[in-house]
């Protein structure tokens, strides 16, 4: 499983079906998942990739309920996991930086998602796995997490690029969900929607598409990249783009607006 690629097709993915080396991990909407979903994938409600306390809800779970989610899908260090949802690539994004923070390397975005799955006609399922409950004792690798602190830190660094995934209406002010509006200061704007291709079910935008659109932002090669949204849902799919296309560093300010936002002692433009 070494060779798969970090964002598979779903033609690809279509013949490894049943391999007992992969894990297929759907962060679909319960009702999605239980209308028909991908053969052996477990399937995992989005809000157990967040902590889910205000005013940083996306800050990853506390390590007892992390390590209780990853041993009830039954990761081992083996598994190489094929994540997925039915929105673009958003949690399943967050899923990845999930993994990074816990050390587990092995893993593919199923491009599109469960969108182009079914446009391509590969056979779906309503039978419910019961993963069996791994031992995967893990711990937490701070790198892929940037910090409050450690992005004021960087606010003026030259090298660091702040990419806002959220709408440009929150990023101009005009909305938002914390007591201050606005953004982070230096901070570029592209929302993560922006980085899907609509007339292919959803899938990502060719790479070269997307360098292009990054480049025209200033978040060029030579620069590491935080990214962040309201709460690291929506950043989790630019958090991927980023990888994908090779930025030397890439980080998710987990905290991100909801955390920002409502700190008393933050600038904001």
């Known amino acids: 499983m070494s060779d798969l690629p970090l964002v598979i097709e779903p033609q690809q993915l279509a013949p490894l079906l049943g391999d007992p080396r992969l894990l297929l991990v ?9 209308q028909g979903h991908l053969p052996g ?16 809800p996306g800050l990853l779970p506390e390590s007892g309920a992390l390590q209780a989610l990853v041993q009830n899908i039954g990761l081992t260090p083996r598994h190489h996991v094929v994540v997925y949802d039915d929105e673009g690539g958003g949690w399943a994004g967050r899923f990845i930086w999930l993994l990074d923070a816990i050390g587990h390397r092995h893993y593919s975005y199923l491009n599109g998602g469960l969108l182009a799955w079914r446009d391509e006609e590969l056979p779906l399922t ?9 031992h995967y004792p893990i711990s937490i690798d701070p790198a892929p997490t940037a910090t409050l602190e450690q992005v004021v830190a ?16 929150e990023y101009r002010g005009e909305r938002t969900g914390a007591r201050k509006a606005g953004h982070i200061p ?11 291709d609509p007339a292919r079910s959803f899938r990502l935008r060719e790479p070269e598409s997307l360098r292009r659109m990054l ?12 990214t962040h949204c309201q709460s690291h849902h929506r ?11 090779g930025q030397p560093r890439v980080q ?14 933050t600038p904001v433009e």
């Open 41 to 56: 994938a477990v399937h995992v409600p989005p809000q157990l990739t967040q902590r889910g306390t205000p005013p940083a």
């Open 235 to 245: 950043s989790g799919l630019t958090y991927l783009v980023a990888k994908i296309l």
């Open 154 to 169: 960087r606010l003026d660094d030259p090298g660091t690029v702040i990419w806002d995934a959220r709408s440009g209406a």
């Open 215 to 226: 480049d025209g932002l200033g978040i060029t090669a030579d620069k590491a990249v935080i």
């Open 126 to 134: 309503d039978a419910t796995p019961e993963p069996t409950p791994s």
């Open 26 to 34: 759907d962060l679909s909407q319960l009702q999605n998942y239980q």
């Open 252 to 265: 998710g300010y987990a905290g991100s607006w909801g955390e920002w936002g409502n700190h008393p002692d």
């Open 186 to 196: 230096g901070a570029v704007n592209l929302e993560w929607t922006q980085t899907m």
